[in-house]
C-alpha cells in the first residue's frame, strides 16, 4: 500500500483527493520505482486544479517528474536496486505519473539517475532546470556566445526561469530577467541577472519590430512576450521558446525572421530523445552547485501539493517545490 495523489472525474466534475493505493492498481509497465522525490509543475498544477487539459484518461496520479529506486523490472537496462530519473513522456496526463509512493513505467522512459545528485536535487531541478538546460543548449547550437550580447529571459521568477539565469550566468553570458514579481529582484540577481525588468513592458500588444537588443532570448511565458521578444532580437539571433503561461498563441510579424534572420527554437521536453536527456543532465550536472538548488527549492509533502498547485498557476511560488512523497 502507498499513498497517492488520484485525480478523477464524476458526472463531468474533477475531483482531487490524496488516496491510498495498492500496488496491484498500477497501471501497466517492465519497471516499478519506489519514487522517493516528485515535482510540482507548472502542468501538474493544471492536472490536479483542472484548469488545463492536461489529463486525457481517468483515474489518474499527476507527477511529471520522478526519482527513485527500481523495485521490479523486466527491462534490461534496469534491475532492482538501481537508481532511476524520469521526465515527461506524457507521464501524469496518459500513465500514471509521481506524486506517488511507487510508480509503474516504461523502461524507456527511464534514465539513470545522476551521480551529481541526490533524488532531493534531481527533483529540485526537474523537468524545468532540464527545459532550462535544453533551452540553452538551443542557443548554443545556433552560435549564440556571450560576446554576441544580452541574453533575455522571461517568466524569470519561475523554475524554467530560475535555471535559466543560474545556467546562463554560470556560463558567463549577460542575463536580463523579465518578471512580474519585482520583489524578487534580489533573488534573481543573486542567481546570476545583471538586470531585472517588469514584465509590463513585454507582455502588452507591441510592434512588429523593436530596437534591437536580444542576442538571445529562453522564452517560457509566449503570447505577447514571446512576440516582443522576437520583435527586439538581434539580427542572427536566437529565441529558444518552451512554454506558454501567458498563452500558446503568437501575435507577432514575419518580419524578424525575414528582416534580421531571427531563429525561433521550439523547444520540447516531454518527447525528447535518450541521448538529448542524457547530454542535458550531463551538463546541468557539471554546471549546478548545490547552494543554488537550496536557493531555488522548497521541499513540501504530498498532501500540500494540493494545495500549492493554485499558488503555482497565479505566478505565486519562486523557484521551484520538491515533492517528498513519503511525508
Known sequence: MFKAILIDKQDERQRVALTTLDESQLPDGDVTVRVECSTLNYKDALAITGKGPVVRQFPMVPGIDLAGTVEQSSHDDYAPGDAVLLNGWGVGEQHWGGLAGR?????????????????????????????????????????????????????????????????????????????????????????????????????????????????????????????????????????????????????????????????????????????????????????????????ITRTIGLEDAIGEADALLAGRIRGRLVVDVTR
Open 103 to 295: 510508480a509503474r513505467l516504461e523502461g524507456r522512459w527511464l534514465i539513470p539517475h545522476p551521480e551529481a545528485f541526490t533524488p532531493r536535487q534531481s527533483m529540485a531541478i526537474g523537468t524545468a532546470g532540464y527545459t532550462a538546460m535544453l533551452s540553452v543548449m538551443a542557443l548554443e547550437r545556433q552560435g549564440v556566445t556571450p560576446e554576441h550580447g544580452e541574453v533575455l529571459v522571461t517568466g524569470a521568477s519561475g523554475g524554467v526561469g530560475s535555471y535559466a539565469i543560474a545556467l546562463l550566468a554560470r556560463l558567463g553570458y549577460m542575463v536580463v530577467a523579465s518578471t512580474g514579481r519585482l520583489e524578487e529582484a534580489e533573488y534573481l540577481e543573486g542567481l546570476g541577472a545583471r538586470e531585472v525588468i517588469d514584465r509590463r513592458e513585454l507582455s502588452e500588444p507591441g510592434r512588429p519590430m523593436a530596437r534591437e537588443r536580444w542576442a538571445g532570448v529562453i522564452d517560457s511565458v509566449g503570447s505577447h512576450t514571446l512576440a516582443n521578444a522576437l520583435a527586439a532580437t538581434r539580427y542572427g539571433g536566437t529565441v529558444a521558446a518552451c512554454g506558454l503561461a501567458q498563452g500558446m498563441d503568437l501575435p507577432a510579424s514575419v518580419a524578424p525572421f525575414i528582416l534580421r534572420g531571427v531563429t525561433l527554437a521550439g523547444v520540447d521536453s516531454v518527447m525528447r530523445p535518450r541521448e538529448d536527456r542524457l547530454e542535458a543532465w550531463r551538463r546541468l550536472g557539471e554546471l549546478l552547485v548545490p547552494e543554488q538548488l537550496d536557493a
